[in-house]
């Protein structure tokens, strides 16, 4: 259709979608992280959009694939991150939602269907997210907790705030 109208086709774009899941344990705010590939790293739950499916649909169908989770479907945005191509197949957007609660309470482990990746999803403190997550979800995570006290959603590239980038 582009090229019809005489334009280039537009590029390919990934939209990835994202759970901020939280649960106070003991005095600490905590937030659920699922593994990535093997465990060695951690992220929140979520995956990428189908093509032609809204990014809310999209998050409803990826929490409850992943986490067994029976989301609502979300009214909150919290982080726009806007991904280069070359991290990813393609270039994209991963947009954070705020997970709606209740979460059911596990301190460690919320469990998952054996015969589906990954298995094991645990809650850990935004402080230790700092250590289990790799730097760009780490700062999405610290985002995404910034933007649900404050109200205003942030927007990142990749998991840099824009206003750091051209300060």
Known sequence: MYVELGRPEPPRRRTGVAGFFTR???DELNVLLMPVGTGATW???GGDAQSDEFIHEAYVREIAERTGLTPTPPEEILVVDHVPRGVTEAEGLDVV???ADPVPYHADLVPYHPDTEP???RWATLKETDTLCLGPERDRIHSAHE???TGRTAYLVWGERV???HS
Request: net charge positive; hydrophobic share 45%; charged share 15%.
């Open 163 to 165: 206003t750091a980038r």
């Open 147 to 149: 933007a649900w006290l």
């Open 97 to 99: 939602f705020k997970g």
């Open 119 to 121: 298995t094991a999803y």
């Open 24 to 26: 106070r344990i003991g």
């Open 43 to 45: 992220q929140l739950p």
